[in-house]
Every structure is written in C-alpha cells, then in structure tokens.
C-alpha cells in the first residue's frame, strides 16, 4: 500500500509562496493521477488541484487557478504544489492523495497558515 507524506508547509505572509511536496513510499505513483485537497478550520476538506501521469494535463479549484501549479518528478516518485501569492483564505492543512481520493491514502498532511 502506498504511503505518502506531504511536507513545506509553514507560516507565510499574504502574498507570499511555499511549495508543497508529497513523497510516496511502498509503491510507485508514476502511473496514477495525483491530487492535492485542503482542509480549512471548521470546514471539509476540498479539492484543490490535480495532475494526470505524465504531468502534462493539470486541474486546478477555481479559488486557486492562477496561483497554484502542480508538478510532479515520477522518478522521484513525488508530486509538488508551488503556491504563489497566499491569501489567509489558503489557510488548512494540505493532503496530496490520487485523484479521485483513496481513503486508505490520507496521510497526516502539512499545516499551511498564511497571516494577513
């Protein structure tokens, strides 16, 4: 069974970046479409961008198009989330899983917080 492990969360200013990376481990991913999704404080966890397996075809939630872009290094087995210009809104704890989401795929996530 595949484990994945997101990590580059952090406390960032409005307008600023972080790059999320989530690394897979017990199997390879290079063949599966991946997802990332967030959950905010008090709310469900939601859908925030997608990438197909070859990296060529990518999806991303309208409150995030534009400033979100995620990649993926199949020979790394790892799949990334470059945010650029943070809202306090982007504020939750980030999760990649494939996409559609498998649920014996959640991992602990990484907290994302971005002060106004």
């Known amino acids: 069974q595949v484990q994945l492990v997101e990590s580059g969360g952090g406390l960032v200013q409005a307008g600023g970046s972080l790059r999320l990376s989530c690394a897979a481990s017990g199997g390879s991913i290079s063949g599966q479409a991946m997802g990332w999704f967030r959950q905010a404080p008090g709310k469900e966890r939601e859908y925030v961008a997608s990438i197909n397996w070859t990296g060529s075809i990518r999806n991303y939630a309208a409150a995030v198009k534009g400033r979100f872009t995620a990649s993926r290094d199949n020979d790394k087995n790892t799949v990334y989330l470059q945010m650029n210009s943070l809202k306090p809104e982007d504020t939750a704890v980030y999760y990649c899983?494939?996409?559609?989401?498998?649920?014996?795929?959640w991992g602990q996530g990484t907290q994302v917080t971005v002060s106004s």
């Open positions: 899983n494939t996409a559609p989401p498998s649920e014996d795929n």
